[in-house]
């Protein structure tokens, strides 16, 4: 298995919650998010991810035109 890349990841990470202790670490975070029934905020647009709302129904209302 690969290593975490985490400096690497913070360059791209676009999480504005600064007490995260999961920032660079996609799989703790992806992990995180999917137990609270939520996506990581890196894949919401700037200004849904800075409201924190992860939900996956935020994430189809965005998103359901798209496809």
Known sequence: ????????????????????SRKGLCCECIQYHW?????????????VERTYDRSLKRFIEIYKDQI
């Open 35 to 47: 137990q609270m029934g939520e996506l990581p905020g890196c894949l919401f647009p700037p200004e």
């Open 1 to 20: 298995m690969k290593t975490c890349s985490q400096d690497k990841n913070l360059k791209v990470c676009t999480c504005t919650w600064e007490p995260c």
